[in-house]
């Protein structure tokens, strides 16, 4: 059974940092995607950040130059390292792993979130 775990949220200061981890187990499938995103209080979910494992990156615009996604190698944690936090960085974290099984079927799975709140 494939389980994603995030860890590392809570409270921050405006300025400071954290970072999140996404354990991953039971992967059962060839990991094509890594992602990080978030959803905010009466917002729809966004993609932090996102590595392929061809090598493409994507960054939410909000975030380019503040976050950067590390352990994408498939058997480390997941991590989202975030720097120079704001406010509108408040929202709940998803650790996001996809692929495709032997069978050519698409595997998408979702960790449960992490609560990251940046205070003022």
């Known amino acids: 059974q494939v389980q994603l775990v995030e860890s590392g949220g809570g409270l921050a200061q405006v300025g400071g940092s954290l970072r999140l981890s996404c354990a991953r187990s039971g992967i059962d499938f060839a990991i094509s995607a890594m992602s990080w995103y978030r959803q905010a209080p009466g917002k729809q979910r966004e993609v932090v950040e996102s590595y392929s494992t061809h090598g493409d990156r994507n960054y939410g615009d909000s975030v380019k130059g503040r976050f950067t996604i590390s352990g994408d190698k498939g058997i480390d944690p997941l991590y989202l390292q975030m720097n120079s936090l704001r406010p509108e960085d408040t929202a709940v974290y998803y650790c996001?792993?996809?692929?495709?099984?032997?069978?050519?079927?698409?595997?998408?799975?979702w960790g449960q979130g992490t609560q990251v709140t940046v205070s003022s």
């Open positions: 996001h792993v996809e692929g495709r099984k032997l069978d050519g079927s698409r595997a998408v799975h």
